[in-house]
């Protein structure tokens, strides 16, 4: 459990950190007005939805990353409108950041912390790679077992009627 609490921070600080790193210092955007918060924040928590707990390009696993991803839009929104309302404002200056500017507005602060809150959910509970399943009996070829190829009558009938004609 400690591991993937530990995974899980990881993966909302890199992610959050990348997107509120771009677009501060790439793009220039230092604080972001209230109409474009609701997207961004809604495309971090659909990253770090998608990102977090069982890799999505392991085999059966995209339906959970895709619904991760859905679920994580509806996340971010909720935390940025929640932290728009509670968080206070910055209490001194970063650069190109004034003083008192509410925390939910500038990306490079709270980007990282939709990302790390809703990636830390996703990994504890997702709870990473489950073992495969061993097979109950017979021989496994690929992912059909010996035992579930039913044979027919007229082949029972034939296997008799082979071995007289040998001998």
Do not use: C
């Not at 940025?80 to 190109?96: C, E, F, H, S, T």
Request: charged share 15%; aromatic share 8%.
């Amino acid at each position: 459990m400690g591991k993937r609490l530990l995974l899980g921070i990881l993966k909302g600080l890199f992610i959050g950190g990348a997107v509120g790193a771009l677009l501060h210092f790439a793009l220039g955007a230092h604080t972001i007005t209230e109409w474009t918060n609701y997207p961004l924040y809604a495309g971090v928590g659909a990253v770090a939805g998608g990102l977090s707990g069982r890799a999505p390009w392991k085999p059966g696993a995209w339906i959970a990353g895709v619904l991760k991803a859905i679920f994580g839009v509806v996340v971010g929104v909720g935390l940025y409108a929640l932290g728009q309302r509670v968080l206070p404002g910055i209490p001194m200056a970063l650069p190109d950041v004034a003083s008192g500017t509410p925390m939910a507005h500038v990306p490079l602060l709270f980007a990282p912390m939709v990302a790390t809150i809703y990636a830390t959910f996703v990994e504890l509970d997702d709870g990473g790679d489950q073992p495969e399943e061993a097979p109950a009996s017979g021989v496994r070829a690929g992912k059909i077992a010996l035992e579930d190829i039913d044979v027919g009558e007229d082949e029972e009938a034939a296997k008799p009627a082979a071995k007289t004609k040998k001998n």
